[in-house]
């Protein structure tokens, strides 16, 4: 195909250099030289470039594989870039809401899965650089990017654009499940259990944890900071910034700037003795 556009282009301009060379032989060659050039140098080529354009346009929407894929009922996953962490939610065919999750993606390997990126605050950029290109989220409107994974693994992902002072501590992962494995946690995390008769679960309420994080099945249900359910299976604290230790948790919970600079999350310096190794206690149980 490239040889035969090549091939007429090359065609076209040594037809026009031979039609000028004998018109610039003959009378009033400067009035046939006007010609050609408004033709072929004008109108010709606007002609052909609206064309153009206005079938690329016209193809446009089967360009883009999301568009169809989401009309077939691929997994959807929707991505929130947070300042500084990731809210992951998994969506049904109906595009409702299944499960909530924070920081770790996980999907099944071999299929393909459209995610909805998105920010609420400042432009980010969603990139899993060993599955795919990269796609920015910007506060106001919904854009897609499509991934699939071929193998199980875990694959490291981060912001990758200026969002903030802790844009560089702000990494996600995501874990590529075999289709029933990936059904089967879904389909355990959304019947997931947590010991509410623990002093650390009573503490965790006491001090106001749940008007900002959500715990399934507790009375906390916060929608502020990332949702803890499952928490105690991740394996960082603060999206990708420290290791999922309980003395890390701790640390985490009384000063949260000094760890994340620019984390809206209050410090909670205040608290009793033993208080937030309790609280970390707890949450490293919610498995």
Same mark, same amino acid.
């Given at each position: ?58 193809? %446009?929407?089967? @360009? ?20 500084? &962490?990731?809210? +992951? ?15 770790? %993606? ?8 459209? =995610? ?10 969603? &990139? ?9 989220? %910007? ?7 499509? @991934? ?32 029933? #494995? =990936?059904?089967? &946690? ?18 965790? @309420? ?9 715990? #399934? ?26 290791? /999922?230790?309980?003395? /890390? +948790? ?17 410090? =909670?310096?205040?608290?009793? #003795? ?14």
């Amino acid at each position: 195909m490239m040889l035969i556009g090549g091939g007429l282009i090359w065609a076209g301009v040594v037809m026009v250099l031979f039609y000028a060379a004998r018109k610039a032989r003959e009378p009033h060659s400067e009035r046939v030289a006007g010609r050609v050039i408004l033709w072929c140098g004008v109108i010709g080529p606007v002609i052909v470039l609206t064309i153009l354009l206005s079938y690329a346009v016209w193809l %446009i929407p089967n @360009l883009r594989p999301w568009s169809s894929a989401i009309a077939e009922g691929v997994r959807q996953i929707e991505i929130t870039g947070e300042q500084f &962490w990731w809210r +992951v939610r998994y969506l049904d065919e109906q595009g409702e809401v299944l499960l909530e999750r924070a920081n770790e %993606i996980k999907m099944p390997v071999g299929q393909r899965v459209v =995610f909805l990126v998105k920010s609420p605050d400042v432009i980010h950029s969603f &990139w899993v650089p060993s599955l795919g290109g990269k796609m920015d989220m %910007i506060p106001g409107r919904t854009n897609h990017i499509m @991934l699939e994974a071929s193998r199980p693994g875990i694959y490291r992902g981060v912001c990758a654009e200026f969002c903030g002072p802790s844009h560089a501590l702000m990494a996600f992962f995501v874990e590529a499940l075999e289709p029933l #494995d =990936f059904e089967a &946690w879904l389909q355990g995390s959304r019947t997931a259990e947590t010991d509410r008769a623990s002093e650390g679960h009573a503490l965790f @309420l006491r001090h106001g944890c749940g008007a900002c994080h959500a715990i #399934d099945g507790t009375e906390a249900q916060g929608t502020i900071g990332p949702n803890l359910t499952a928490f105690g299976a991740r394996g960082s604290v603060g999206a990708g910034t420290m290791p /999922n230790t309980p003395e /890390n +948790v701790a640390r985490f919970i009384r000063h949260p700037s000094e760890i994340k600079p620019g984390s809206r999350m209050p410090s =909670f310096a205040m608290l009793p #003795d033993g208080d937030a190794e309790r609280i970390a206690t707890y949450l490293a149980g919610l498995k």
